[in-house]
């Protein structure tokens, strides 16, 4: 079947800190891939996606390269801020179809 | 900027009630979607409609849940007698139609709704 395994949370880092959170799929055709943002109190927000093999996915300073060789979608930021606080969600949708989404990592960044 | 909503925020109810969840769409969008989160846990597809029908569901929307587009803008999941497991946060997406891997694919979240079974 469908499924994302993202790192397990919460992970805490001080502000400037360099940010990865790991994301691994498994899927049986060629998914695009994506990662949601929730901020407190808010909804799911699309934060990046790709939809190929070596495409890269870039906003707020954020990145995720799709890697078919190793299956995965890992998010990364050079330098993250407070306000970047939220939980992150990896998901996989092959197709026009449902979303398959991790279990989610929580991430605080403390000033 | 257009916005899915959703109510209540957060619905407390005894175990054997039925409660309904209430979400609007963006006004444009023609797929709608129900997901859920228990706490802890990955964010789990429930249920698809399009064209006033279902058009996917998983292995939770069993015969207890249902979908409805009552009007123009309102789409509502009921749960008709509500289990302490399914205490769970429920997300509300909706999406226009689209070419396959357009942007207009992408399913908009609302805020969700915190359901608690007591």
């Known amino acids: 079947g469908n499924s994302v395994t993202q790192m397990e949370g919460p992970v805490t880092l001080s502000e400037e800190a360099f940010l990865t959170i790991n994301c691994t799929y498994t899927?049986?055709?060629?998914?695009?891939l994506f990662w949601y943002v929730q901020y407190p109190g808010e909804g799911l927000q699309l934060l990046l996606k790709?939809?190929?093999?070596?495409d890269k996915g870039s906003n707020k300073g954020f990145e995720a390269t799709y890697r078919k060789e190793t299956t995965s979608f890992h998010l990364e930021k050079g330098s993250v801020q407070v306000s970047d606080s939220a939980v992150y969600f990896c998901a996989l949708r092959l197709g026009a179809q449902k979303l398959v989404f991790g279990q989610g990592t929580r991430l605080t960044i403390n000033p | 900027e257009p916005e899915v909503t959703q109510t209540p925020s957060h619905q407390v109810t005894q175990m054997g009630q039925e409660v309904i969840l209430r979400c609007v769409p963006i006004s444009n969008h023609l797929y709608f979607y129900w997901y859920r989160q228990i706490l802890g846990q990955k964010v789990e597809f429930l249920v698809s409609?399009?064209?006033?029908?279902?058009?996917?569901k998983s292995e939770i929307f069993d015969d207890q849940f249902s979908v409805e587009r009552p009007d123009g803008s309102n789409f509502t999941l009921k749960i008709r007698s509500t289990k302490l497991e399914d205490s769970a946060m429920y997300f509300c997406a909706s999406r226009t139609p689209g070419l396959a891997g357009g942007p207009s694919y992408e399913q908009y979240f609302g805020p969700g709704t915190r359901l608690t079974v007591t």
């Open positions: 409609f399009y064209n006033n029908e279902i058009s996917e």
């Open positions: 899927a049986t055709g060629y998914p695009s």
């Open positions: 790709a939809t190929k093999a070596d």
